[in-house]
């Protein structure tokens, strides 16, 4: 059984930073693009990030460039965002979600499987 | 304001085939797949429509998708009190190299 479940969220201060980090369990980890989607309170879906199967390739939203870092390890089957510079309008329930193998544009937006996501609050 | 356009309230009763719309332009859906996602109250979302049209396993078949130009469409026929969510659409964006949903459609069955 395919599990993804999410863990480093919690209340941060406007500049701060936290690492988000995505367990995986029931299947090949290292197969598989992997992605970050993220949802504001009573708000709808927002991409973040995307990541090769073997990390070698990423894509970023424009509103997170230069401020997150996605990245795995593949012996550990785990992902990861690493988030800096945090704002206000970063508050969100993030959500890891399992791809395809192919790391190709068009199959990118396919997240088969989701986690049950972790809340980032960023307040004063 | 999503790059992809989507009404944001559907509502229809059992008998009738409700449909969802998304509107787009030449550099999402005008060349790239659309994927629909379902999110139950309270839930992840879920993969409903993937390539289009494509249903994953276990997807029952009154859900059905379609794309023409740069607009693509959820059917849903005769939805089920248990269908009540938000649906979104999803494409790649070629201008913006990234991954664009739509604002998401609240649907109500009567």
């Known amino acids: 059984e395919v599990q993804l479940l999410e863990s480093g969220g919690g209340l941060v201060q406007p500049g701060g930073s936290l690492r988000l980090s995505c367990a995986a369990s029931?299947?090949?980890?290292?197969?598989?693009?992997m992605s970050w989607v993220r949802q504001a309170p009573g708000k709808g879906l927002e991409w973040v990030s995307s990541i090769s199967g073997r990390g070698d390739s990423t894509y970023y939203a424009d509103s997170v460039k230069g401020r997150f870092t996605i990245s795995r390890d593949n012996p550990k089957n785990t992902l990861y965002l690493q988030v800096n510079s945090l704002r206000a309008e970063d508050t969100a329930v993030y959500y890891c979600?399992?791809?395809?193998?192919?790391?190709?544009?068009?199959?990118?937006?396919?997240?088969?499987?989701w986690g049950q996501g972790t809340l980032v609050t960023v307040s004063s | 304001q999503s790059v992809l356009t989507q009404p944001p309230s559907a509502s229809g009763t059992p008998g009738q085939r409700v449909t969802i719309s998304c509107s787009g332009s030449?550099?999402?859906?005008?060349?790239?797949?659309v994927y629909w996602y379902q999110q139950l109250p309270g839930t992840a979302p879920q993969l409903l429509i993937y390539r289009n049209n494509q249903r994953p396993a276990g997807v029952p078949d009154r859900f059905s998708g379609s794309k023409s130009g740069t607009s693509a469409s959820l059917a849903i026929s005769g939805p089920r009190s248990e269908d009540e969510a938000d649906y979104y659409c999803a494409a790649w964006d070629d201008s913006l190299s990234g991954v664009v949903f739509g604002g998401g459609t609240k649907l109500t069955v009567l």
């Open positions: 979600a399992r791809g395809v193998g192919d790391f190709w544009s068009g199959y990118l937006p396919r997240f088969d499987y």
């Open positions: 030449s550099s999402n859906i005008g060349s790239n797949y």
């Open positions: 029931g299947f090949t980890f290292s197969s598989y693009t």
